[in-house]
């Protein structure tokens, strides 16, 4: 497999026989992507996902550890793109998993109105600000700031893309909650599971796991808190289970 000069080769989590081409420069995958792979309700082995936002195509191929169905990932960065392609061909996935280098925004119209039985996302969390805020790398600045699409882009098409019953997982930030909420509720999905994502006991919550249902009706649960890290700085047993310990 070819590698770009500034790309590495990596072992996806602790799995020996399955690797992730990334790159400092360009994008490398985050804890939050983990969580969100490991958080969703996904089908087994009938239906079909669809991950939008999906860089690398990192979450594909975690969410492939747990599920047999088709798995459809969005990139609108040709960069990040072409990584996703080689790390599913990398991976030999090519039958489950296909990319598709595109707008979030054009997706309804390209795939079809409630196809999928799961959509996730791991949106830009900041919203768009003035150019000497946003990071000097493209980038970066395109996959945390809001530059090609918003939270009500993004929640928006996921209620278009999700089939009735279907579910809508998001990993966010605690403070974009209520935003969440209010633009589910607009858009026909209904808060089913929230939960938060501490550093450690004691520490405010950093990220924000919800999933919806379309057409759902009302019955949202708190779930308990995740804390990544124990007073030492080392994994919490859950989260090492997480990254280690879930597969097929």
Known sequence: MQLHKDERLDYLLAE??????????????????????????????????????????????????RSHVPITGVEIQERLYDMAIRNVQLNELE???????????????????GEFDTVLC??????????????????????????????????FACSRLTK???KVALVHRPSRLGDIITLFKQNRIEPKR????HPKEGREANTLL????????????????????????NYSKELEGILYGKKL
């Open 194 to 197: 929230i939960r938060f994502v």
């Open 164 to 166: 009735p019953g279907g």
């Open 210 to 233: 919800i999933e919806g249902t379309r057409d759902g009706k009302s019955d949202v649960k708190i779930l308990p808190p995740l804390y990544a890290f124990d007073q030492d700085g």
């Open 122 to 155: 791991n949106p830009p969390y900041f919203k768009k600000a003035e150019k000497k805020q946003q990071n000097e790398n493209p980038f970066f600045t395109i996959a945390r700031h809001e530059i090609f699409c918003t939270l009500e882009d993004v929640i």
């Open 95 to 113: 039958e489950q998993i296909t990319m598709i280098h595109g707008d979030l925004k054009d997706m309804p119209k390209a795939l079809g109105h």
């Open 16 to 65: 020996e026989d399955m690797r992730i081409i990334q790159s400092p420069r360009v994008f490398a995958f985050s804890l939050d992507a983990v969580l969100l792979a490991d958080f969703a309700y996904v089908p087994i082995k009938r239906g079909k996902i669809l991950d939008l936002c999906s860089g690398n195509g990192v979450i594909p191929l975690l969410v492939s550890r």
